[in-house]
């Protein structure tokens, strides 16, 4: 009995030691066979070439010579089909000449330059160093982009690693709420944790992603700032949490890209304009009452009228009585910063545009929370050199708050702006190229100097701030309650200049193109300014502008040159 009882003990351990494996060699099985069906997927439509590459660099050739170009479907990644945005298309030559020192510029649409990338910060600071270092070959690539944010920007940076840079200069921080995966954005899905955000980018640039986000999607068409104006978003959020958090996070990130890469690394913080860019929308605090808004409003009012009637001392009491009933409203800091201003106050009045951008619900501008970000970042990793644009920047405005005379809008820097922000880069810079009591000797050059060798005519400034008036005549803008005093300044920014003829902008640009021929730019805006004058000698300088080998060249009626 013993025997047979340990017989049947015996099968018994002996059927448990061969079913015991099948739950885990199931498991495995579930799944390693999709893992292994999606990697046969993904490499036959490589082999198909379904799809594109995600890469940010693409081989190409400039005038017969390799080059890595800016690869145009990388932006598919990030933005969905009829709205991708682009950098000012760039190159980067395969082999680097001895003596070059290259620079690469992050950001979003103010690094970028608009409404002009011909008249960034990186161009005067280009200028600067070819001038003041002649026996040095500078190349400044600027990567900026219209709507990225540091999602986009942590990416672009892995794609220009291994180009050899000698400093990175990051400027940053105004699109983290309405730009890909921000809670404020129309352009990709929101509210996500930072590994689903990655999660899902490296889902959209693989071919099987492209063809998932492919399906049934409508193509959109890009139309500014106006669509997100359904996406008011209080400071208050608790979203706003994980835009600070994820902005630190991709910004770290994309800093130890950099600093890996061997270079130098230059942060700066955001400028904004506090003084006369009013808030695009504002939300009453939870909980107001009907008296209390109505209460509220006949405070505000009066406290309008007395503004109007140049008793800004008796408006703010109105209006500090107001924000004592509720002081989340933005608008009403706005008024507060400019009543205070008007009674000479302003170190209070630049407290409350402060507050007023802070509590703007549209998102648009870099916050302060943001700049503290920017801050602290660079002073706790090592090898980060801070660049505190929004802090010199005021300290260059007559009352210390920056305006409208060095930011057009809302981020957009003006020529002014861009100069003043290139000098303290260039004087930074300098520190790391010079040696010994060198650096105190090298001068950046005046502005006149740098507009003369970029050849920005008055022309070019009022075609410039005709362009910025035409966005102003549109939503968001339009909600902004200064907004005719913005549009009656644009219109006398955009005024065609009586002292400079059409002769004179055209000395100007050939005495620039002597000091640079190999300048793209320079051609391209010299080609563009032609037009209607010579479109024989238009077509010749906008063929000198060709990006890169075989990439097609247009007149601006569409005409193609080459």
Known sequence: MNQALEGENSETIDRAQVQRPRWPRLAAAAVLIPLVVLVVLEAALRIADVGYSPDLLTPCTVN????SCYNLFFGATFFPAGMVQTPRLFSIPATKAPGTYRIFVLGESAAMGDPDSAYAFSRYLEVMLRERYPAMHFEVVNTGSVAIDSHVMLPVAKGLATQKPDLWIIYSGS??????????TVLTSTGMSMPLIRGSIFFRSTRIGQLATKVGKHKQEWSGMQMFLGKQLPASSRLMKS????????????????????ARVMLSTAAVNLRDCAPFAS?????????????WTALVQQGDQLYAANSPGDALKQYQAA???????AELEFRLGRAFCASGDCKSAKEHFSQARDLDALHFRADRRINDV?????????????IDAENFLSDASADGVVGNDLIYEHVHLTPEGNYLLARAMFQQIAKGLSTGNAAANVEPLSQTECERLLALTHFDRARMAAEMFNRMQKPPFTMQMNH??????????AQLPQDETADDVVAQYRFAIERAPEDKMLRLRFGSFLFPY???????????????????VFLPDGTRVR
């Open 323 to 329: 924000a004592k009933i509720d002081d989340q409203y």
């Open 484 to 493: 005719s005093e913005q549009l009656l300044q644009m219109s006398m920014k």
């Open 175 to 184: 699109n983290e709420v309405v730009g890909p995966y921000g809670p404020g």
């Open 534 to 552: 010579n479109r024989v000698a238009a077509g010749q300088q906008m063929a000198l502008a060709q990006p890169w080998d075989g990439y097609p």
């Open 283 to 295: 939300l009453h605090r939870e909980g107001l009452t009907d008296a209390d808004l109505r209460s």
């Open 374 to 386: 920017n801050r602290s970042v660079a002073r706790s990793m090592p090898g980060v050199e801070l």
């Open 64 to 67: 017969g010579t390799p080059a």
């Open 243 to 262: 835009v600070y958090a994820n902005y630190e996070e991709n910004l770290r990130d994309t800093i130890a890209v950099a600093r890996k890469s061997g």
